[in-house]
């Protein structure tokens, strides 16, 4: 491992190789990325990776959309794939919330993304194998679908190392050394390395980094499951992604005959949770599945998986300078919509270590202060997921 480095970045998650690579594509090479296991082993290779725009902050749905352009053109961009199936998103909220749609649609065109309200027939024409109400509110996105967080994550991961990076797996860092109010080094088992730049992009275990020098980042992690099913492709050979949210699950197809249904947000856990998923949770969740497409009742149950969304009190991520501490940085809190934003977020704080601010996107909103200062992200719905 080398001694000295630009940039020391703390995690191997897709924020860790999005910045590694946006940094070294700036020219700055000279940097170290660290991974106390291997790169997307955290809440990214858990991801269901669903790329979609409908949120309702101009700061997020904007990273979303950008960042989607950066997956349609990843092989150019970036170099190798990223895995993106444009499936088409479907939105669905309910009735009480269709003035909150209505805004939320109208700010989304604004900013140029590519959305809709649809009527209830509109819809049946889209998507045939989806059953809605006629009072629900819909909104589409034609370009939207999922990705591959591990090809995105690898891809950005090589391109850095192409340039100069160097990756350390299985070696976390122990320790971060400050003096006089400067970031100096960062210490693992296998070495030291000091820098004047320290990115923690460590997921769900942020906090605990940085504990490490006393800042107490207001991070809680949730537990999300994933179910996977085999569909009857004879009845539904394909399907778009949904955002059923009018009954608390989404589901998307993964390739030619899988679907997978992700819910639960409201469990806050530790390090220590079940990895895997509660049964009745499941047949409850099912059940809402079955309303929505009906003829997922023949679905083939095949398993699942939990992972952590990492979450602050207003559900949208911290990209900021830590205050107090020269040369530290943290890019932390995305909660369940990390992934779809995370070409973005490596532009945005490599334009922030660069340059010292970002000018693609402005993520002032996202500032480590807004919590003291009690300027919380709003939103237009009740749904965090929707933040
Ligand atoms: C079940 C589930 C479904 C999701 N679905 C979606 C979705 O559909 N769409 C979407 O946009 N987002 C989704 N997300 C959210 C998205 O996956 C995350 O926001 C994103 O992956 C976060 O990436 P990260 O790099 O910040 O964190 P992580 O992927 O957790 O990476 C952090 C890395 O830091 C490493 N690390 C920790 N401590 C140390 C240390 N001391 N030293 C060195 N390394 C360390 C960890 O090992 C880990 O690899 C989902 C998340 C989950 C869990």
């Given at each position: 491992m080398k001694q000295t480095a630009e940039v020391i970045i703390i995690g191997g998650g897709v924020m860790g190789c999005s910045i590694l690579y946006n940094l070294a594509q700036r020219g700055m090479t000279d940097s170290l990325l660290l991974e106390r296991?291997?790169?997307?082993?955290?809440?990214t290779g858990r991801s269901q990776a669903i790329c979609r725009?409908?949120?309702?902050?101009p700061v997020t749905a904007t990273m979303a959309w950008e960042s989607l352009k950066v997956y349609q053109n990843f092989d150019q961009?970036?170099?190798?794939?990223?895995?993106l199936v444009k499936t088409g998103y479907l939105v669905i909220v309910e009735p009480v919330d269709r003035p909150g749609m209505e805004r939320n649609v109208a700010m989304l065109q604004e900013l140029g993304i590519n959305t809709m309200l649809v009527t209830p027939a509109e819809a049946r024409d889209l998507a045939p194998m989806v059953r809605v109400d006629d009072d629900e509110p819909l909104a589409w996105e034609p370009e939207s679908g999922y990705a591959d967080p591990y090809l995105v994550t690898t891809s950005y991961a090589s391109r850095a190392r192409e340039m100069g990076a160097e990756i350390v797996l299985r070696?976390?860092?122990?320790d971060i050394e400050v003096s006089g109010g400067r970031v100096k080094a960062v210490v693992t088992a296998q070495g030291r390395c000091e820098a004047p730049a320290v990115v923690v992009?460590?997921?769900?275990w942020s906090r605990q980094v940085m504990a490490k020098v006393g800042i107490d980042l207001p991070l809680s992690t949730v537990r999300h499951q994933v179910a996977t099913l085999t569909r009857p492709v004879d009845q539904i050979p394909d399907h778009p992604t949904v955002g059923d949210i009018a009954q608390s699950f989404s589901f998307r197809p993964d390739g030619s005959s899988m679907t997978f249904v992700g819910f639960g947000e409201d469990e806050v856990v530790g390090?220590?949770?079940?990895e895997g998923v509660d049964m009745p949770a499941v047949a409850e969740t099912l059940e809402k599945l079955a309303h929505r497409m009906?003829?997922?009742?023949?679905a083939y149950f095949r398993g699942g998986w939990s992972g952590l969304f990492t979450v602050t009190p207003d559900w949208h991520p911290i990209l900021d300078r830590v205050p107090g501490i020269d040369g530290l940085y943290c890019a932390v809190g995305?909660?369940?919509?990390?992934f779809k934003m995370s070409p973005m977020i490596g532009v945005t704080m490599a334009e922030l270590i660069?340059?010292?601010?970002?000018?693609?996107?402005?993520?002032r909103p996202l500032r480590f202060s807004r919590f003291a200062e009690g300027d919380l992200m709003s939103s237009s719905y009740r749904y965090r997921v929707l933040a």
């Amino acid at each position: 491992m080398k001694q000295t480095a630009e940039v020391i970045i703390i995690g191997g998650g897709v924020m860790g190789c999005s910045i590694l690579y946006n940094l070294a594509q700036r020219g700055m090479t000279d940097s170290l990325l660290l991974e106390r296991d291997v790169l997307g082993s955290g809440s990214t290779g858990r991801s269901q990776a669903i790329c979609r725009m409908h949120y309702s902050n101009p700061v997020t749905a904007t990273m979303a959309w950008e960042s989607l352009k950066v997956y349609q053109n990843f092989d150019q961009i970036v170099g190798g794939s990223s895995g993106l199936v444009k499936t088409g998103y479907l939105v669905i909220v309910e009735p009480v919330d269709r003035p909150g749609m209505e805004r939320n649609v109208a700010m989304l065109q604004e900013l140029g993304i590519n959305t809709m309200l649809v009527t209830p027939a509109e819809a049946r024409d889209l998507a045939p194998m989806v059953r809605v109400d006629d009072d629900e509110p819909l909104a589409w996105e034609p370009e939207s679908g999922y990705a591959d967080p591990y090809l995105v994550t690898t891809s950005y991961a090589s391109r850095a190392r192409e340039m100069g990076a160097e990756i350390v797996l299985r070696d976390p860092a122990i320790d971060i050394e400050v003096s006089g109010g400067r970031v100096k080094a960062v210490v693992t088992a296998q070495g030291r390395c000091e820098a004047p730049a320290v990115v923690v992009a460590s997921g769900p275990w942020s906090r605990q980094v940085m504990a490490k020098v006393g800042i107490d980042l207001p991070l809680s992690t949730v537990r999300h499951q994933v179910a996977t099913l085999t569909r009857p492709v004879d009845q539904i050979p394909d399907h778009p992604t949904v955002g059923d949210i009018a009954q608390s699950f989404s589901f998307r197809p993964d390739g030619s005959s899988m679907t997978f249904v992700g819910f639960g947000e409201d469990e806050v856990v530790g390090e220590d949770y079940n990895e895997g998923v509660d049964m009745p949770a499941v047949a409850e969740t099912l059940e809402k599945l079955a309303h929505r497409m009906p003829a997922m009742s023949d679905a083939y149950f095949r398993g699942g998986w939990s992972g952590l969304f990492t979450v602050t009190p207003d559900w949208h991520p911290i990209l900021d300078r830590v205050p107090g501490i020269d040369g530290l940085y943290c890019a932390v809190g995305f909660s369940g919509h990390g992934f779809k934003m995370s070409p973005m977020i490596g532009v945005t704080m490599a334009e922030l270590i660069t340059q010292g601010s970002a000018t693609s996107v402005d993520i002032r909103p996202l500032r480590f202060s807004r919590f003291a200062e009690g300027d919380l992200m709003s939103s237009s719905y009740r749904y965090r997921v929707l933040a």
